[in-house]
């Protein structure tokens, strides 16, 4: 069974770009939650996304998005990058129905760095 | 709300020594409580996680944690490390997502 799969694992933008993260859970796994991992801040939960709709969202400005498309896959925007969001961004897939017992399976990240 | 603390930044253990991380919780009712690992750039890995019952539990890798509600605790512990058991530790309590701690850095040294 392939785990979650997150794209780009690099990437390299300037400041007041935007930026697009893409996540594939896992085959059967509908619900998919995002965090950001820095030094200073260590790992902080963005949102999770439950079958199309943000259940619950972070502590994070607006310019931080996300969607979810019908077949579970998840995308995340930032737009007009500040330096403080260069970071590692985690995607984590769940099993339906397991809200808090649930183990999170989490992708290799994807490395943003903002220059 | 909920939080955990882990206390050790940085943690540097000799191979085949024993291993413990500590993890304290803050939290009203019995809390979900996870261990991950995370090696140099990788994912996070789940180690094991306790809901109820049994407060010790067993987890992967040869690790093992044990809740303890009086001390508002749940270390983790290995009793022979490995080199290959360098990586990051994190411990996380769930609610509605995960709070994870500030992470125990582990070096093993030959």
């Known amino acids: 069974k392939a785990g979650v799969t997150q794209t780009p694992r690099y990437l390299i933008k300037t400041r007041g770009q935007q930026v697009t993260l893409s996540c594939s859970p896992i085959s059967g796994h509908r619900s998919v939650s995002w965090y950001q991992q820095t030094p200073g801040q260590g790992l902080q939960f963005l949102f999770e996304?439950?079958?199309?709709?943000?259940?619950n969202k972070g502590n994070f400005p607006g310019r931080f998005s996300g969607r979810q498309f019908s077949n579970s896959r998840s995308e995340m925007n930032v737009s007009t990058l500040e330096l403080g969001d260069s970071a590692l961004y985690l995607c984590?897939?769940?099993?339906?129905?397991?809200?808090?017992?649930?183990?999170?399976?989490f992708g290799e990240g994807s490395r943003l760095t903002v220059l | 709300a909920q939080s955990v603390t882990q206390p050790d930044i940085h943690i540097t253990v000799s191979e085949g020594a024993s291993l413990e991380l500590r993890c304290n919780y803050s939290?009203?009712?019995?809390?979900?409580l996870f261990w991950y690992v995370q090696s140099p750039g990788q994912g996070l890995q789940l180690l094991l996680k306790?809901?109820?019952?049994?407060?010790l539990v067993q987890g992967i890798k040869g690790f093992e944690a044990e809740f303890k509600r009086s001390q508002s605790s749940f270390n983790l512990r290995k009793p022979s490390v490995h080199w290959s058991d360098a990586a990051e530790y994190f411990c996380?309590?769930?609610?509605?997502?995960?709070?994870f701690g500030a992470g125990t850095t582990v070096t093993v040294r030959a």
């Open positions: 984590a897939s769940r099993l339906p129905g397991q809200a808090n017992t649930g183990e999170l399976f």
């Open positions: 939290y009203g009712a019995t809390p979900y």
């Open positions: 996304y439950f079958s199309e709709t943000q259940r």
């Open positions: 996380a309590v769930n609610d509605y997502k995960l709070s």
């Open positions: 306790y809901f109820s019952g049994d407060t």
